[in-house]
């Protein structure tokens, strides 16, 4: 799960000095193992994507034979697509996404909104644009061993202490069976946030035909499967 400078630079087409630069100057977590650092996936998927700076999925891949690596228009089809989401704030936003989520009876739906919103009150999740991705640091798990994203246009804007301050219209949450699927999709989900026309779509918004024609064709010539 952790990763040398040197292969994370190789990876995100850096130098290893502005991977350095990320650790000491712009807050990227690390710890130091033989006097050199190492950097957990999750904390540089969390950094990369409240930082704006876009990382090929492929980084957070497992390297055993059988990786978990659902594809997000797979995901979309498990989870929705909603219009008109009502709320005025984070809380009641975030409360009607729950609402759309498919759970495990074993896991209260209030329980789950209190560590979303804990997981903001350390950092938004705010991907900037008007676009969030709320979501828990660990994997929250799906009632089928299936992964599902679900995609939610809300009525009013709401601000998400967003880094360009722009509010929130568009929301992405994930339920994901396991830490891998949670780590593999939300890389690609960051990575699909990078590309203009897809962002514009979203923004019109789209219909839902529109949405899974456009990432299909993303995953299909962007993302490696």
């Excluded at 009607?96 to 498919?102: A, G, I, P, Q, W």
């Excluded at 679900?150 to 601000?159: T, V």
Aim: hydrophobic share 40%; net charge negative; proline share 7%.
């Amino acid at each position: 799960m952790f990763l040398k400078v040197k292969d994370l630079a190789a990876a995100a087409g850096v130098d290893e000095k502005t991977v350095l630069d990320w650790i000491k100057n712009k807050g990227l977590p690390a710890h130091k193992q033989d006097d050199r650092y190492r950097v957990n996936r999750v904390d540089l998927l969390e950094w990369a994507t409240n930082h704006g700076i876009t990382i090929p999925p492929e980084i957070f891949a497992e390297s055993d034979e059988n990786p978990d690596r659902p594809l997000v228009s797979e995901s979309l089809l498990n989870g929705g697509i909603f219009y008109d989401l009502p709320g005025d704030t984070p809380e009641s936003a975030l409360r009607e996404v729950v609402s759309r989520l498919k759970l495990p009876p074993c896991l209260d739906s209030e329980f789950l909104l209190q560590t979303l919103l804990a997981r903001e009150a350390l950092g938004s999740t705010a991907f900037g644009n008007g676009i969030a991705i709320p979501h828990v640091r660990n994997p929250i798990v799906g009632h089928t061993g299936e992964s599902a994203i679900s995609l939610c246009f809300l009525k009013n804007p709401i601000d998400f202490d967003a880094i360009d301050g722009k509010p929130v219209t568009i929301l992405f949450t994930l339920v994901t069976p396991n830490v891998k699927a949670h780590l593999n999709l939300l890389a690609k989900l960051a990575f699909l946030m990078h590309d203009q026309p897809f962002q514009e779509l979203l923004h019109r918004p789209g219909t839902e035909g529109e949405i899974m024609k456009a990432i299909r064709e993303l995953e299909d010539t962007i993302i490696k499967k």
